[in-house]
Antibody, heavy 121, light 107 residues
């Protein structure tokens, strides 16, 4: 069974950095892109960026460039999202997802359960 | 950036009724790159439709997708209680963007 299991909720102060994880199982980690999606409270979905675990290269939405880092540890089949210079607007649920695994397209086949990040002084 | 506009913003219907959700793109999107997701309260989104009209694994046949170019539609033929949720369209042909969502509520 394919699973994406994310790390638990985090609370940070404004200006701090947060790093959340997404551990995958049930498929070959290197073979499919991992994406991160932000969902602010009561709002819609916003694509943040993706990582190609095979070559370690990442691509970001313009809004998040410069503040977001996406990395992977292929020894543990885990992807990471790091968001710096946190501000209150970054309070949101962050989802990881994998594309191409089931449908062979760039749609997001399987999703993690989400990680709540709260930014508060 | 391709902007997706979903309408209506919310839809109030009764179980057993038909729901028709629209997604309009700011520029033409190949059908191959249009997907629909369902998000129930407190849950992660899940893929319903990919390639504009292909149901994802395990999705009931009361869900169907259609459209081309800039206009796409998700239809739920007969609403079941578990279908009351928020639905998002997504284009994944030129980067990735989502529509703002349509909430299907119980009337």
């Amino acid at each position: 069974e394919v699973q994406l299991i994310q790390s638990g909720a985090e609370v940070r102060k404004p200006g701090a950095t947060v790093k959340i994880s997404c551990k995958v199982s049930g498929y070959t980690f290197n073979d499919y892109n991992i994406h991160w999606v932000q969902q602010a409270p009561g709002k819609g979905l916003e694509w943040m960026g993706l990582l190609n675990p095979e070559d370690g290269k990442s691509t970001f939405a313009e809004k998040f460039q410069g503040r977001v880092t996406i990395t992977a540890d292929t020894s543990t089949d885990t992807a990471y999202l790091e968001l710096g210079s946190l501000r209150s607007e970054d309070s949101a649920i962050y989802y990881c997802s994998v594309s191409g695994l089931v449908t062979g397209t760039d749609a997001f086949d399987i999703w993690g359960q989400g990680t709540l990040v709260t930014v508060s002084s | 950036e391709i902007v997706l506009t979903q309408s209506p913003g919310s839809l109030s219907l009764s179980p057993g009724e038909r729901a028709t959700l629209s997604c309009r793109a700011s520029q033409s999107v190949s059908s191959t790159f249009l997907a629909w997701y369902q998000q129930r309260p407190g849950q992660a989104p899940r893929l319903l439709i990919y390639g504009a009209s292909n149901r994802a694994t395990g999705i009931p046949d009361r869900f169907s997708g259609s459209g081309s170019g800039t206009d796409f539609t998700l239809t739920i033929s007969r609403l079941e209680p578990e279908d009351f949720a928020v639905y998002y369209c997504q284009q994944n042909g030129y980067s990735w963007t989502f529509g703002q969502g349509t909430k299907v509520e119980i009337k």
